[in-house]
C-alpha cells in the first residue's frame, strides 16, 4: 500500500511515519503531484498557521490538487482546518471540501486548548472498534463548528466538530499519531477504508 504524506512544510511528519512504522507501513512524504494522484491513501498533516501554511500550498499548486483527489485522503490538525471554507486565523480562505468554519475559542478557556479530551457521537468507519468517549490528544486554538460533516464532536467552551468526513475526505483535530492505541487504530480503520 502506497501511503504519502503531503509534504508542503507544514507538519509534525516524524511522529506520523513513526506511527504508521508501529503498524507496519512505510508513509512516503511527497510534494510530487503525480506521485500524491498515484497513492493509495493520502496523509494531509499540519501544525502552524493557517493564512501560511495556505500560502505554501498555493505555492506549490497542492491547493487546486488536493480537492480532487479520489482515494482517501486524512487531515489532521490544521490539515482538517485548511479543508474547510474558511478560518479566522489569518482571515483564511481554505480549500472548501467541508463547507465548514473555523473559529477561535474566547478567552473565557485556556487557549490553546492542550492535552487529552475526549471524543463522542462517533458516526463513521473511521471509528470502528472505538468506544464513546476515548480519549485523544489535542493541541489548537481554533475549532471547526458543529455542521453536518461532523462525525465526531468534542466539548471545550462549547461542543464542536473533532472528525469531519465528506465522501473520501477525512478530517480530525486531534492528533491519531500522538493518541496511544486508540489513535494507533483510528490510523488502522483509515488504511482500510
Known amino acids: 500500500m502506497k501511503i504519502i504524506i503531503i509534504d508542503y512544510g507544514a507538519g509534525n511528519i516524524k511522529s506520523i511515519q513513526f506511527a504508521f512504522k508501529r503498524l507496519g507501513f512505510d508513509a512516503v512524504l511527497s510534494r510530487n503531484i503525480a506521485e500524491i494522484r498515484a497513492a493509495d ?47 479566522e ?27 487529552w479530551n475526549v471524543i463522542s457521537n462517533l458516526k463513521s468507519a473511521l471509528f470502528d472498534g472505538i468506544k464513546e468517549n476515548e480519549f485523544m490528544y489535542l493541541v489548537h486554538s481554533f475549532y471547526a463548528e ?30 491519531p499519531e500522538k493518541s496511544g492505541v486508540v489513535g494507533s487504530k483510528i490510523l488502522a480503520n483509515f488504511l482500510k477504508l
Open 41 to 87: 491513501k493520502i496523509i494531509f498533516p499540519g501544525v502552524g498557521e493557517a493564512s501560511s501554511a495556505m500560502k505554501m500550498l498555493q505555492e506549490s499548486g497542492l491547493d487546486t490538487v488536493i480537492p480532487t483527489l479520489k482515494q482517501p485522503v486524512l487531515g489532521i490538525c490544521l490539515g482538517m482546518q485548511l479543508m474547510c471554507t474558511s478560518s
Open 89 to 115: 486565523e489569518g482571515n483564511t480562505k481554505g480549500l472548501g471540501i467541508f463547507d465548514v468554519t473555523i473559529k477561535r475559542f474566547s478567552n473565557a478557556v485556556k487557549v490553546p486548548q492542550m492535552g
Open 146 to 175: 458543529s455542521c453536518e460533516a461532523a462525525i465526531a464532536t468534542t466539548d471545550y467552551e462549547l461542543s464542536y466538530a473533532s472528525a469531519l468526513q465528506k465522501d473520501n475526505f477525512y478530517g480530525v483535530q486531534f492528533h
